[in-house]
């Protein structure tokens, strides 16, 4: 047949070409639907060009994940091939899709061989994507004799003779470059993903400032913010120091230059390479840094490289490091004479060295930003744009539009000296305090595009014509214009586009400013990928002083607010700033004024002091000497004789902490003895990731049909009118577990996942708490009953919890609401070696991007380092407090309810209290359905287990027959990985409880709970019995450890827990599984995952089972 | 275009008594260096030939050019101003006239019956313009030659139309403006050390010195191609330069090693090598 779906793809008619692709598959049949992607499949693979080949690769994906599955001739469950997923894991996306697609053809196609498709395609296309843009970033003409070069005796780079000549005092001269960050005025629809600027040139457009700044209220006028430094030294070795991170190393090593994540340098050594100082190409020749630097610099000689960031934060979305990479790169350029201009601005074509050179550097560090990010090395206000690949371009034929963008800087007839002004007078810069990862924001945007979803489509085509008022707005001085214009952009476009650009935080701020300020508030301005943390608020101009002491407070309050709903990684801060009409530009200190850095100083001094005078060299002490008279003359070293003090001597800061910690120890039930236990076992290697395993002669097979019953497809009106009574009756109550971190939620943040306004439902941000309630409001109104809700809390959740429900006034819920704090705690350790190489190198897991991977070698090797330096097994207490304890696993979520009196009062209001439904907090779809219930008690069981057919997602154990027996496994306990594979039921954890069998296989009674009874011991005896029988997993988490200015390191620790599913392996209590709908079973573990969520009809599924009010 | 005149520059503060170092011709007949060039330049078929030394070298030059040291015209450079003064001290020598100019410290060795001087000559006078020789060479050398961009003239392969001129190019700088078609990836046309000239440089080298004291030669080239028609040619050839650290020596070898006595200097040379 004729692909429609390809017409779209090669077609030169826009009108074709930029069709949605949802509007054709709507009409199309599923039969349809399967020959488009029989057909795409063979286009793809036989297509020459990168456009085309994403394209269909998007198509591909987007119909597997989004049209098949909402088919109903599409059948649910099937098996994904174990081999299958382990080429994915190998990032072998060809070889992953021929197993998956011969699978389909085999056992025809499913849901589960859809979602394993999807992510192939999903995953190869931006590699293929990503592939491009590296070979890209090569081709630059510039940049590729750096790949050819091998070996010292070929570096063709000569550090210029005006660094080699000394000064009088004996010093040799620094070399310093001054950039300002950029800020983008319009961002227009993300339009600055390489990927975008390279497929729709005439589409990537954005207006970016460079601008100086100052911490309000701190610093006394901006300045530019990020400085790199450069000077001869008389050893033979590369030395970086990073002033912001505080590290230094002299590198003698040429592979040390390559390794990237040892330690903070990473960004220096990326600037070195990309540079050409130590070229790409003579990575792993094996041959001699100290031969290299002596062809560029003499033998004897090396170099000292400094980066500086004036105490800007990290996530200012004003592209900090991208620009410190550009500074570093281009003081490294001109001191090798690949800038003409070895002081002063750079001309056009240096600056556009620069930025070739500034992406080959993102791409060897492993980051990656966009073509716009080093726009501070441009002067003032420019429109940077995307240009068609013309003959002769590396990209022709290959892409649409080139990999690097024009630059054109408005001159002050296009936009007068006097608008510039007026926008600094109404501009209020701040940073919210948040730091979020956009990466998943820019997949996002890209798949979208190449989608032509008609909404987002269109929201596209408005960004643009907003580029074109703000400019107008800009050239006319209408700031107030300005203002109207980028709020309309935030509010339409962006988020049309990507929802998630926006946060609760956001809009808290934004309806705060607009009513206290009124009209004299302008507008709001999203800066980079996604807000919460670099913003802008435009105010008029009489109002700004005092704009920007209420922004600070209102951030600040609510910050304080939401800090343990969101993840902030500082205290916001509210900007002074300064168009930059220079953009990078450098000077040559020598004489008395080659100093580097005062914070350099800060930084070296103290070890230079503790040593023998004598042994230093000559020019260390000459520069000793000088530094020491600058201390006593220079304004800005003021103090520093102080911070030298105190580096030397460090005052004791640990105490108060360590005391903090231990009393939350003692408060939260933390069990020292069996603390020490672990730690023994840990130690020798009785238990352990290896040892959670169930044993590799256990027979794993997939259940049974009757194993399960089907409840997926059907109403039983019975069934449903059965529950129904018992809800009526009030015999139900709901436990939503609500005291885990959710570490994979924010990466180990802290934050309390329950509290986190995730998503807008009907028109509002809302919490998994409110959409939890808001789920029991409704069946309560259908029962004609207030059905009880209880969240289970931890140390880490239970005060914010109960705290955001006061301020919220529990969402306004009828019925009972019960808190029902955890009794138990873990410290978390220091991991074993053991574990870690086992998580790393025995587990299957996803191999990153060729760079990205090294990277992450890299860093593991620095991870296994830290286990080793700090004690393996050791209790990790070098964080915050709350950041070193961790929950035990959900298993005990419910004796909780025994011990910490929950039950008893609820049994106290309701005595004829029965069945209690059970879920995690990011199951979403989980209520407490009439049917489902009313299955629950027509079939006696004790537990009643909800399952859903599997997706390749679905990760983490499952419903099997462990030696003919079904039950539930986790996946930490699989003994083989592909045992999962074979499994056709996925583990939602939601769990029909009747309350008195459960009590009986505890050997207790309701009676025990009654105030008369006294049973405490009792209580606590059978727990412990039950506990006895449940296996420990030893898990690995990460965590976070925030430090500097929005700094963050994640760091793997050991834990340990006891899991709610292991209920179902005892003998003695009759646990049962139902098969449930999909929707009402998935879980939302990763913001990543959102989108799809939303675009599948999870999310308005979701609402269609809330009532709000 | 008829090329009668030619200038070896010689009067370099490093470069003065090179010329005078005594070199085994191919055929086994000890000469100075500068009798070597001198030759070089005879056999192209001009006749007229200037030196640029420093001020009280005559003497000396006059010695190491032996018989022919009638046919020279020595120029004083009277300050040590660099190359293009050097060039542009012989103004008046060149009165007008197109010349050949070589350095005095290189020495150029064909692969075929023609010298590379008058190999040089030849594609000038048939192409009617001024010519540089250029050899192929790695960017790792980048660092000690000036080099040329440009396009071949006609698909004639050897012969290039000169687009750009840059002194001692970084790789990055040559990669974005030097790019020769039909040239190995990271090989640059850099200058071989001798040129066939038309007037006009030296019309231009004055312009450039009543604005500036000091001036780069690779600037009067750069101008030159903007001006009138200007190629580089790649010889048959190779040349030496002797300035360098051993290159005296690599010279040496190499006259000898393409010459009457190659036998005896290659037994010597494996006589060597297994002693020590």
Redesign the interface.
């Known amino acids: 047949m004729s692909s429609s779906l390809i017409e779209i793809i090669t077609s030169r008619d826009d009108a074709v070409r930029n069709r949605s692709l949802d509007e054709i598959c709507r009409a199309a049949s599923f039969a349809d639907l399967l020959a488009e992607c029989a057909a795409l499949d063979a286009f793809r693979r036989q297509s020459e060009n990168l456009y085309e080949r994403v394209r269909a690769l998007f198509f591909l994906y987007a119909i597997h994940r989004f049209h098949l599955p909402e088919r109903a001739e599409l059948k649910t469950g099937g098996r994904i091939p174990f081999h299958g997923y382990e080429q994915l894991l190998q990032r072998r996306f060809e070889e992953a899709i021929e197993i998956f697609s011969e699978a389909q053809k085999t056992d025809g196609p499913s849901d589960a061989l859809s979602s394993a498709l999807a992510a192939a395609y999903h995953r190869l296309a931006f590699q293929t994507l990503a592939d491009q843009v590296r070979r890209s970033v090569r081709t630059v003409?510039?940049?590729?004799?750096?790949f050819?070069?091998g070996h010292p005796?070929?570096?063709?780079?000569?550090v210029r003779r005006e660094l080699l000549t000394k000064a009088a005092d004996g010093s040799y001269p620094i070399l310093r470059e001054r950039t300002p960050v950029r800020m983008d005025l319009t961002h227009s629809a993300w339009s600055d993903i390489f990927f975008l600027g390279m497929d729709y040139p005439e589409g990537a457009k954005v207006l970016n400032v460079s601008v100086d700044l100052g911490v309000h209220g701190r610093d006394a006028a901006p300045q530019p913010p990020v400085s790199a430094w450069l000077r001869v030294i008389e050893q033979p070795v590369l030395r970086l120091v990073s002033v912001d991170l505080g590290a230094r190393a002299d590198i003698s090593e040429l592979a040390e230059v390559f390794d990237f994540a040892k330690d903070y340098l990473g960004l220096l050594k990326a600037a070195v390479i990309a540079s050409?100082l130590v070229p790409p190409g003579i990575e792993g020749s094996g041959q001699s840094l100290g031969g290299l630097l002596a062809e560029m610099l003499g033998p004897g000689r090396g170099l000292e490289l400094v980066s500086s960031v004036n105490d800007i934060p990290k996530g200012s979305r004003l592209a900090v490091s991208t620009n410190l990479l550009a500074a570093l790169i281009g003081v490294c350029?001109r001191a090798?004479?690949?800038a003409e201009s070895l002081t002063g601005p750079l001309r056009e074509?240096e600056r556009r060295?620069v930025l070739a050179r500034a992406l080959l550097g993102e791409w060897i560090g492993g980051s990656g930003g966009g073509w716009q990010d080093s726009g501070g090395v441009w002067p003032g206000i420019k429109l940077i744009q995307g240009v068609v690949a013309a003959a002769g371009d590396p990209e022709s034929g290959i892409s649409r539009g080139r990999l690097m963008p024009a630059h054109h800087v408005f001159d002050t007839k296009e936009i007068p000296a006097e608008s510039r002004q007026r926008l600094q007078d109404s501009l209020v810069l701040v940073h919210g305090g948040m730091a979020q990862n956009v990466g998943p924001i820019l997949e996002m945007v890209t798949e979208k595009y190449l989608l032509r979803s008609a909404s987002e489509w269109q929201g596209r085509q408005e960004a643009l014509g907003i580029l074109a008022q703000v400019l107008d707005a800009l050239r006319d001085g209408d700031i107030a214009k300005v203002g109207a214009v980028t709020t309309r952009n935030f509010q339409g476009p962006i988020q049309t586009i990507i929802p998630w650009a926006s946060t609760y935080y956001t809009e808290r701020l934004i309806e705060q400013v607009r009513a206290e300020f009124g009209a004299d508030f302008w507008g709001f301005w999203m800066l980079g990928g996604m807000s919460g943390g670099g913003m802008g608020f435009i105010f008029a101009p009489a109002r700004k002083a005092e704009a920007q002491q209420r922004l600070q407070a209102i951030m600040s309050e609510t910050k304080r607010e939401l800090q343990h709903a969101l993840p902030f990684a500082m205290e916001p801060v509210v900007y002074d700033f300064a168009i930059n009409e220079n953009g990078t530009f450098a000077d040559l200190l020598a004489g008395g004024n080659a100093l580097m850095p005062a914070g350099y100083y800060a930084l070296t001094v103290p070890e230079l002091l503790r040593q023998d005078q004598r042994t230093l060299s000559p020019l260390r002490r000459a520069e000793l000497d000088k530094f020491g008279a600058a201390c006593r003359t220079r304004p800005e070293l003021r103090g520093m004789v102080q911070t030298l003090f105190d580096a030397m001597l460090p005052r004791g800061k640990a105490d108060a902490a360590s005391e903090s910690l231990a009393s939350l120890l003692q408060e939260n039930g933390f069990d020292a003895k069996q603390h020490e236990q672990i730690r023994l076992q840990l130690r020798e290697g009785r238990i352990g990731l290896a040892q959670n395993r169930l044993p590799t002669n256990a027979v794993i097979e997939d259940v049974h049909e009757d194993d399960v019953v089907d409840l997926g497809h059907a109403r039983s009106a019975r069934l449903e009118a059965r529950g129904l009574a018992a809800l009526r009756n009030g015999e139900a109550a709901v436990i939503s577990l609500a005291a885990g971190a959710g570490s994979r939620w924010t990466q180990g943040a802290g934050v309390v996942k329950a509290l986190h306004p995730f998503a807008k439902l009907a028109g509002r941000h809302r919490t998994f708490l409110e959409t939890h309630l808001a789920k029991s409001r409704r069946i309560s109104r259908l029962a004609g009953a207030n059905l009880p809700h209880i969240f289970t809390t931890s140390y880490l959740t239970h005060e914010p919890t109960a705290a955001f429900l006061a301020a919220h006034a529990d969402y306004g819920y009828e019925g009972p609401l019960l808190l029902s704090r955890g009794k138990s705690v873990g410290l978390r350790m220091v991991p074993t070696e053991r574990d870690l190489r086992f998580a790393w190198e025995e587990m299957p897991q996803q191999m990153l991007d060729e760079r990205q991977q090294k990277v992450r070698d890299s860093l593991r090797t620095a991870l296994i380092g830290w286990a080793r330096g700090a004690g393996e097994s050791s209790d990790y207490t070098d964080n915050l407090p709350l950041q070193c304890l961790h929950p035990v696993g959900h298993w005990f979520e419910v004796p909780n309810l025994f011990r910490n009196g929950t039950l008893a009062q609820l049994l106290a209001q309701r005595p004829q209290l029965k069945t209690l439904l059970l879920h995690n907090i990011d199951t979403l779809g989980a209520d407490v359905d009439p049917m489902l219930l009313g299955h629950h008690l027509e079939s006696g069981a004790t537990l009643t287990f909800e399952v859903i057919t599997r997706r390749l997602e679905d990760r983490g154990g499952g419903l099997a027959r462990v030696n003919g027996r079904p039950r539930l496994v986790e996946g930490l306990a699989m003994p083989r990985e592909e045992a999962e594979f074979a499994l056709t039921y996925y583990n939602t954890l939601t769990t029909w409880i009747d309350l008195d069998r459960l009590l009986e296989a505890f050997g207790l009674t309701r009676e025990d709970f009654a105030p008369e009874a006294n049973a405490d011991e009792k209580i606590t005896t059978a727990i412990r019995n039950l506990a006895a029988k449940m296996p420990t997993y030893v898990t690995l988490k990460d965590v976070k450890k925030r430090w500097g200015h929005g700094q963050e390191d994640i760091f793997p620790v050991t834990q340990f827990e006891k899991l709610w599913g292991d209920m179902s392996a005892l003998l003695e209590i009759d646990s049962r599984f139902v098969v449930v709908p999909r929707r009402r079973g998935q879980q939302l573990k990763d913001q990543a995952q959102l989108d799809g969520w939303l675009r599948d009809g999870s999310a308005a599924y979701v609402e269609s089972l809330c009532a709000w009010e | 275009m008829d090329i009668r005149k030619a200038l070896i520059t010689a009067a370099g503060k490093n470069q003065r008594t090179l010329p005078l170092q005594s070199l085994v011709d191919r055929d086994g007949v000890t000469k100075t260096a500068l009798a070597i060039i001198i030759e070089e330049i005879l056999s192209a078929g001009i006749e007229k030939i200037g030196v640029v030394i420093s001020p009280g070298d005559e003497a000396a030059y006059r010695v190491a050019a032996g018989t022919h040291a009638s046919r020279l015209t020595f120029i004083e450079q009277s300050e040590p101003r660099g190359y293009a003064h050097a060039i542009h001290s012989a103004a008046e020598f060149c009165d007008g006239d197109p010349f050949l100019l070589l350095v005095g410290d290189h020495l150029y060795l064909s692969n075929t019956e023609k010298g590379c001087a008058q190999q040089l000559v030849e594609i000038a006078r048939a192409e009617n313009c001024a010519v540089s020789a250029v050899q192929s060479t790695?960017?790792?050398?980048?660092?000690y030659y000036g080099a040329v961009g440009g396009q071949l003239v006609n698909a004639v392969q050897h012969l290039y139309q000169v687009e750009a001129v840059l002194e001692k190019p970084?790789?990055?700088?040559?990669?974005?403006k030097l790019?020769v078609p039909g040239l190995r990836?990271?090989y640059y046309l850099c200058f071989f050390g001798m040129h066939v000239l038309t007037p006009a440089v030296q019309r231009i080298l004055r312009e450039l010195f009543t604005d500036n004291d000091r001036v780069n030669f690779r600037t009067a080239l750069a101008h030159l191609a903007e001006h009138e028609r200007y190629l580089a040619a790649e010889l048959a050839g190779r040349r030496y330069d002797f300035g360098v650290k051993y290159g005296l020596l690599t010279a040496q070898l190499a006259l000898a090693l393409s010459g009457r006595d190659r036998d005896e200097v290659l037994r010597g040379l494996v006589e060597l090598m297994a002693t020590n």
Not at chain 1, 141 to 146: A, E, K, L, S
Not at chain 2, 138 to 143: C, G, I, Q, T, V
């Open positions: 003409r510039g940049n590729q004799w750096m050819r070069m005796k070929d570096q063709p780079l000569r050409g350029m090798t004479g690949q074509s060295l | 790695h960017e790792s050398k980048l660092p970084t790789p990055t700088e040559a990669e974005q790019d990836a990271g």
